[in-house]
């Protein structure tokens, strides 16, 4: 008959584990493992030896509120010869005495979360399992280990804003390793309306990453449950801070986390999407932050956006927009629930609230394949998306007389797809994956496919008659006067006699326009047949600077209209004034547990002095895993030079990044980062 092992202690054997398991920078405390890899821990018997074949031992592993075999969220199983990693299964890998290695490892599709061991009749363990992307049965399974180490184990980034024209890289500290950070992302899981409701069978779907993923696209924003974020999109940030204040995750999850799941306020759509590249990194899903420009905002599904100006070229505002960038996430993994290994691999999911989706505002996961090749009907929410790179735009110009009429333009939804390059901070365009060359056979086919009419209609038109372009200058520096250009060029073998409106206005990056920063109306405008004309705008920082947002952006608007006949032509950019470039240098020794000085410098570019100015850094491993600010006890006049020390202890070797930041009274969210390679 079987002896059961008379077990007194054990040892969790966390630091081997949580290394062997690619999670030891969550700490070595307790027992972290991911899903289809065994992990190995000692038992120390009170009597007896152990002996094979005659030593007996009944474990039972539950998770969640409502364990059951039934849901896959409770197994039990005795000792095997071999371990089994298709099941929960345990084998003692040591020889017989009275210390016995016990090898345990659990399936590769087992629910996510918090799991308690038993052990016979000699106690609990408790340890977490999370997704496991180094594993080739898990769905999540990613076989390139450089892909790896950006998409799961990095903990800083950059996320690219600014204008299809100039993106602007922005560094971001994801710290999904940081202390505590992982706590909350499972209480993220747990606090969800599908957790709330049903927790027996919502932990029973912890194991499907398509599942996990949806849920997380929900719970980022705050619009239906207890989740992580309020978003706001005007410039009034009472009651919270101006979503360019934050530098990285850890803040914002731990505010959530201590304001007992309290929205925090405010995010916009490259926090919502950081914040959901954290959680799902900490989770073991790899994940990464991408940015369409010019991404369009589609509220009634027929891939048409409809725009309003004014006589003067003005936009007049509309429920459907073109936002200057849009940021989402893509996550790795199988869909075995659309029958096809074609649509495996990125799936784009979209924490923002914009739409809602089966009733919530959430969005996606849907395959990046998909849109690529107009597949509307696959799960989920692919016209969305496809919207969002694909609509094509149509402007209307309402006259005073209440009258409109249609307006030639040559602007162009979904351009510069971005995300940041695996192993370096340069940008990866990655609009190939979402869309085929403009004008190619297969693009035409897809557009045929998703019914896109109105863009195969457009396609075919094409126009050889006057010409509308607007040029800018490559010194753009917020706090200077510069020219940018209406170019108007005529195509045609005859005389024209135009009428040329050429503005300027503060933007924000979703479209919502605001004060005028700059006007010209000309109203004669001569071209012989084949001659150029270019029309200067002078924007002064006198005028704009009162008026620009903190995303520091200027919509030009041209409007040609020929007195001879036809459409009114209209040529539109944005334009991204550039911040002072904040300069980092490391004082010291770039080592483990040793005090660190950074020197940081910023001039100030304005034709004013700047009051309250303040230096902020933070950094995975760097920081503690806070916030370090610096203020400068006196002002500083224009051309002279903020300047600060401060001090900091990096906690793990390897690269890591330091995400400055500087606020002041006239001047604000500047960023800037400097990467360091901190030894042991």
Same mark, same amino acid.
């Given at each position: ?369 998909? #849109? *690529?090749? /107009?597949?509307?009907?696959? $799960?989920?929410?692919?016209?969305? %998306? !496809? =919207?969002? +790179? ?79 372009? #607007? *040029?800018? /200058?490559?010194?753009?520096? $917020?706090?200077?006067?510069?020219? %940018? !250009? =209406?170019? +108007? ?192």
């Amino acid at each position: 008959m079987a002896q059961a092992l008379d077990i007194e202690r054990w040892n969790l054997e966390c630091e081997f584990n949580n290394l062997d398991h690619h999670t030891d920078l969550n700490g070595a405390d307790r027992l972290i493992v991911r899903r289809g890899q065994t992990f190995t821990i000692s038992l120390y018997l009170r009597s007896g030896n152990y002996q094979p074949g005659l030593s007996s031992l009944d474990c039972v592993v539950e998770t969640g509120p409502q364990p059951s075999e039934e849901n896959g969220t409770r197994a039990s199983f005795g000792l095997s010869a071999v371990i089994d990693t298709s099941r929960w299964s345990a084998a003692v890998t040591s020889p017989p005495g009275n210390t016995v290695t016990l090898s345990i490892c659990s399936p590769p599709d087992a629910p996510i979360g918090r799991y308690t061991l038993t052990l016979g009749q000699s106690g609990r363990i408790d340890f977490i399992l999370l997704f496991n992307p180094w594993c080739p049965g898990d769905r999540v399974y990613m076989d390139d280990e450089r892909s790896l180490e950006e998409y799961v184990l990095s903990q800083d980034g950059i996320i690219f804003r600014g204008s299809a024209k100039y993106p602007v890289p922005t560094p971001w500290n994801f710290g999904q390793f940081e202390s505590g950070i992982l706590d909350i992302c499972l209480k993220i899981l747990d606090m969800n309306p599908k957790c709330l409701k049903f927790p027996g069978k919502d932990c029973s779907k912890r194991g499907i990453p398509t599942y996990v993923s949806r849920v997380l696209s929900a719970m980022v924003n705050c619009n239906d449950d207890k989740g992580v974020l309020l978003g706001r999109w005007t410039n009034d940030y009472s009651g919270g801070v101006s979503p360019l204040l934050w530098r990285g995750s850890v803040e914002i999850l731990r505010s959530w986390d201590r304001q007992d799941c309290l929205p925090v306020r405010y995010g916009q759509c490259w926090v919502f999407a950081a914040v959901a590249c954290s959680v799902s990194r900490a989770l073991g899903i790899p994940c990464r932050v991408v940015t369409n420009f010019n991404s369009a905002h589609d509220t009634n599904s027929n891939l048409v956006i409809e725009q309003y100006i004014d006589e003067k070229g003005s936009l007049m505002k509309s429920r459907e927009m073109i936002w200057n960038y849009h940021c989402w996430v893509e996550n790795w993994m199988t869909r075995p629930d659309l029958n096809s290994p074609d649509f495996n691999g990125w799936q784009a999911s979209d924490p923002t609230p914009q739409e809602k989706s089966h009733g919530v505002y959430c969005c996606g996961p849907v395959p990046v394949r998909a #849109i *690529k090749e /107009g597949e509307l009907t696959f $799960k989920y929410d692919a016209p969305f %998306v !496809f =919207a969002e +790179v694909n609509a094509d735009v149509d402007y209307f110009m309402k006259k005073a007389d209440g009258s409109q009429s249609k307006v030639t333009h040559t602007s162009t939804v979904g351009q510069k797809i971005s995300t940041k390059s695996v192993g370096s901070d340069a940008r990866e365009d990655i609009t190939h994956l979402y869309k085929y060359p403009e004008g190619s056979d297969e693009e035409r086919a897809t557009f045929e496919k998703a019914n896109h009419q109105n863009k195969l209609l457009q396609q075919q038109q094409q126009d050889q008659g006057l010409h509308l372009t #607007i *040029k800018v /200058g490559s010194d753009m520096r $917020k706090g200077c006067d510069f020219d %940018v !250009f =209406a170019v +108007v060029t005529n195509n045609t073998q005859s005389q024209k006699k135009c009428r040329l409106v050429f503005g300027s206005c503060a933007v924000s990056y979703n479209g919502n326009v605001g004060e005028n920063c700059g006007f010209k109306d000309l109203l004669n405008v001569e071209l012989s047949p084949g001659a150029e004309r270019r029309v200067p705008l002078r924007l002064n920082y006198s005028k704009y600077g009162g008026l620009i947002t903190e995303e520091n952006l200027i919509r030009l608007a041209a409007l040609l209209m020929d007195y001879s006949g036809g459409q009114p032509k209209l040529a539109l950019r944005n334009i991204v004034l550039d911040n002072p470039e904040i300069k980092i240098r490391i004082l010291g020794e770039p080592k483990e547990n040793r005090k660190l000085a950074a020197e940081i410098t910023m001039q100030n570019p304005l034709p004013e002095p700047l009051e309250e100015c303040c230096f902020n850094i933070e950094g995975a491993n760097l920081t503690g895993g806070h916030v370090i600010s610096e203020s400068l006890t006196s002002s500083v006049g224009p051309g002279e030079d903020a300047k600060v020390k401060i001090y900091f202890t990096p906690t793990h070797s390897g690269l890591r990044k330091l995400v400055v930041d500087f606020n002041s009274s006239k001047l604000c969210h500047v960023k800037g980062y400097r990467n360091v390679i901190i030894g042991k």
